[in-house]
Each structure stands twice: as C-alpha cells, then as structure tokens.
C-alpha cells in the first residue's frame, strides 16, 4: 500500500494552527472536533503532545488539493486505511454478487436462444 491516498498528511485547508488535527480526522475519518478534544486534552493533561503536535507539524506533508474526486472516494480510502481486510471482503462479495447477476443474465440469454444453446453444446 503505497499510495498517496493511504499516507497521513497534514491538512491545511481544514486546520486551525497546522492541520495536524485536521490530517490525524482524514486518516481515521473520525470527526476533527473529537481529534481537536483529545490532543487538547491529551496537552493540559501531559504537556509532551504540544511538542509532538508542532514536530509532527513540520515532518508531514502538504495533503495535496485534489487527492480524493468525491466523498464517497474519501469514505472509501478512510475504510481501507482503517481495516484493509474488511474492505478486501467487502469488494470481494461485491465482485461475487456482480458475477452472480451477470452469470444470471447469460442463463437468461442463452436459454432464450435455442441457436446459441445449440451451438454451445456443439462446442463441448
């Protein structure tokens, strides 16, 4: 997994300091006003995440303007980000279902067609 989509970058367009927040609610596709709680409480209770708040601030990349066409395209890569093996299935069974229509249209097709039948049979 090496795509661009599955890194965690710091989102500046939806930050308020450096968007660390911001890029932590991209990658997990939890709500940034829960992540914003949670590192605010984290730094009045601990002190250290104010450092590693600024460091991770400065190690991360840019999230770049387009990474995701739609939100349903987001929705998609936070799943894989968050279960890889979930969403494997998931595609999975969508790939099965697919095939199970498509293998229904064919019975459709050729049982309606007594000439494709035929020259089906011919072939085994």
């Known amino acids: 997994m090496n795509s661009p989509r599955t890194t965690l970058y710091r989102d500046k367009h939806n930050g308020k300091v450096m968007g660390v927040c ?3 609610a991209d990658y997990t596709g939890v709500n940034v006003f829960w ?3 949670v590192a605010l409480a984290l730094a009045f209770s601990m002190g250290w995440p104010i450092f ?3 460091i991770a601030g400065f190690i991360l990349n840019k999230k770049p303007p387009y990474l995701y066409r739609d939100e349903s395209e987001q929705k998609y ?3 894989v980000r968050q279960s890889p093996r979930r969403t494997a299935r998931e595609i999975k069974a969508s790939f099965r279902d697919i ?3 498509l293998a229904a249209v064919e019975a459709h097709y050729v049982s309606s067609n ?3 039948t035929a ?3 011919r072939l085994r």
């Open 52 to 54: 590693a708040y600024f």
């Open 35 to 37: 992540v914003r709680l």
């Open 22 to 24: 911001a890029g932590v």
């Open 114 to 116: 007594p000439r494709l």
């Open 99 to 101: 095939d199970r229509r």
């Open 77 to 79: 890569w936070q799943g």
């Open 119 to 121: 020259e089906i049979e």
